[in-house]
């Protein structure tokens, strides 16, 4: 597998229940590498850019109006397989399907307040975080950790 780049973002539920360093402790205890974090209140069109795929389903409105509706924890998180790894701990988007022990899966009910976002290709990943970052956002270090998590 590639060290490849995910955009998770605890969205705005996530938040206002004070569940940031639940979540934020998830990826860490996990082993990814953090390179970016910041609390941030998202615009209109960012948000629709975000989530240009979805831009006609009928749930795109209060999908953009929600992501807006308050400030979100922006987090660019590096690793082997980080991707498809970061899907997993987060769970299946409908709440109520995520298994027990992901995120969505102990922490959210409704697929509209499901708590976290997390990119779904590497690719995607590249995408995500240039669009929520700025050039000089992103710290380049080595974490202590490292040697003891990958042999
Ligand atoms: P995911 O966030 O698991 O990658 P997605 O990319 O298909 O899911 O959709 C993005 C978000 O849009 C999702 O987290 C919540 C919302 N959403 C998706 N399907 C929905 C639906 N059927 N009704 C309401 N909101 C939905
Ligand atoms: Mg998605």
Same mark, same amino acid.
């Given at each position: 597998?590639?060290?490849?780049?995910?955009?998770?973002?605890?969205?705005?539920?996530?938040?206002?229940?004070?569940?940031?360093?639940?979540?934020?402790?998830?990826? /860490?205890?996990? !082993?990814?590498?953090?390179?970016?974090? *910041? #609390?941030?209140?998202?615009?209109?069109? +960012?948000?629709? $850019?975000?989530?240009?795929?979805?831009?006609?389903?009928?749930?795109?409105?209060?999908?953009?109006?929600?992501?807006?509706?308050?400030?979100?924890?922006?987090?660019?998180? /590096?690793?082997? !397989?980080?991707?498809?790894?970061?899907? *997993? #701990?987060?769970?299946?988007?409908?709440? +109520?399907?995520? $298994?027990?022990?992901?995120?969505?899966?102990?922490?959210?009910?409704?697929?509209?307040?499901?708590?976290?976002?997390?990119?779904?290709?590497?690719?995607?990943?590249?995408? /995500?975080?240039?669009?929520?970052?700025?050039?000089?956002?992103?710290?380049?270090?080595?974490?202590?950790?490292?040697?003891?998590?990958?042999?």
């Amino acid at each position: 597998a590639e060290v490849e780049q995910s955009y998770i973002m605890i969205k705005p539920d996530g938040v206002q229940r004070g569940l940031v360093g639940e979540i934020i402790s998830r990826f /860490e205890k996990k !082993g990814f590498l953090l390179k970016g974090l *910041k #609390l941030f209140q998202c615009s209109k069109d +960012l948000a629709q $850019e975000h989530y240009k795929d979805l831009k006609d389903k009928p749930f795109f409105p209060t999908l953009i109006d929600y992501i807006t509706s308050g400030p979100v924890v922006c987090m660019a998180w /590096e690793g082997v !397989g980080v991707v498809a790894s970061a899907r *997993k #701990l987060i769970g299946a988007t409908n709440p +109520l399907q995520a $298994e027990p022990g992901t995120i969505r899966g102990d922490l959210a009910v409704q697929t509209g307040r499901n708590v976290v976002h997390g990119s779904d290709s590497p690719d995607n990943g590249k995408r /995500e975080i240039a669009l929520w970052f700025k050039e000089g956002e992103l710290c380049e270090w080595e974490s202590v950790q490292t040697p003891w998590l990958i042999e």
